[in-house]
């Protein structure tokens, strides 16, 4: 338990402060209109769909470094580093910079208005150019992570987003000596904060006091066949990701059929629960990394229980709270959007939603277990079957299809998510992630 806490705490802390400023960046677009938070709903569900290579490159690269710093073979750790960043900018730039002309389409396949697509233009445009750092930005925490440094990750994840948090209403509103720029300015004080994490990363991670020092810049050229390793290890987290992403689109869509302001309650309510998930998140990739440890050292039992371990803690926190959301419900939607018609139906919305925090948190736990044994083709086949034939289903056919109100299509949200849940669970208990070879 020691473990698994010293490395999954600060992870779980981290990331639950970057999600912080994602509901910050909520917040402050919320006092100018439901039209700004609809917007950044439907842009970010893009640009999760562009960054499906993050998710083939980040678990590949997690087990192979972990695998590496548990072997002893430093060397051969900060090589597996050095190409993690190289493939990540690269493939981040490749896959945002030439899709930029395409987002008015996007937008309008999406169902938004032409008010929400007019600003979801303006707030992709930068999340788009600035893609590559922001997966680039994911790598910094994946390596300090997996050489056993989660606090630095940590303090990372603290200066950035406090950064953001003050610099979001001072762009936004025009605060100060700053002109007005609005959802622009949301999306350029992000873009400002990516840039500093990767800053910090490379500093960190070249410093003397690093367990593996990197040297950035001496003459070793990256190895292509590492390279080639990692994504064949992720491919399938990125099939998974792709598969889920084009599914999140479908949602959208549906969601979208309900209008603008039910696409902007369901976008801040997402981002209410995200909190816990990547809470979630920041735990299992912690302890991802110890159990690409332990296996890299052939300690498979050490790995099981650090594994059982992290899940059943995930399980209680999710409880813990889903509770506090269920309760809380009407103070935090009013808190984004006080307009009686819109308050209503969002603590309907987030309420039904809440029910399915700790299965999503059991589903993402087990999943991130496979990804640091480096096994990403069961996960894969679970998140296409979950995706494609469960939720958009269940969504559809309690939604449009009956002609259900919109909490109806949350309800459908729900019930696929608690299967979700119960199945990942039967995945992790057959084990045979602890047999896997990297």
Known sequence: MKNVLSMGLPSMTGFMVMTVYELVDMFWLARISPAPVAAVTMCTTFVWLLSFTNMIIGPGSLAVISRRFGEGDLRRTERSIKNTFILKFT?????????????????????????????????????????????????????????????????????????????????????GPFPAMGIFGAALATAICHVLVVVMGFAALAHRSSPVRVRWFDRALPVASEMVQMMRIGLPAGINQLAYSFATQMVIKIVASYGMATVALYGMSVKVLHFGWMAIVGLGLGTGALVGQYLGSKELHKAWLASVLSIRLAVWLTLGYAAAILLGAPLIVRGFFPEPEMAELGITILRIMAISVPFVGLHIGAEIVFEGAGQNIPPMLLGIIHSWLVVIPTMYLLGPLLGGAAHMVMLGWTLAHIVGGAAALWLFRRGTWLLHEV
């Open 91 to 175: 493939f981040g730039s490749l896959f945002g910079w030439p899709v930029i002309p395409a987002l008015p389409w996007v937008l309008n396949f999406l169902g938004a208005s032409p008010e929400v697509q007019r600003l979801g233009v303006t707030y992709g445009t930068v999340q788009l150019l600035m893609l590559g750092v922001t997966m680039a930005g994911y790598s910094v925490y994946t390596a300090l992570r997996s050489i056993g440094r989660p606090a630095a990750a940590l303090w990372i994840q603290v200066v950035t987003t406090v950064l953001n948090c003050l610099l979001d209403p001072l762009f936004i509103f025009g605060w």
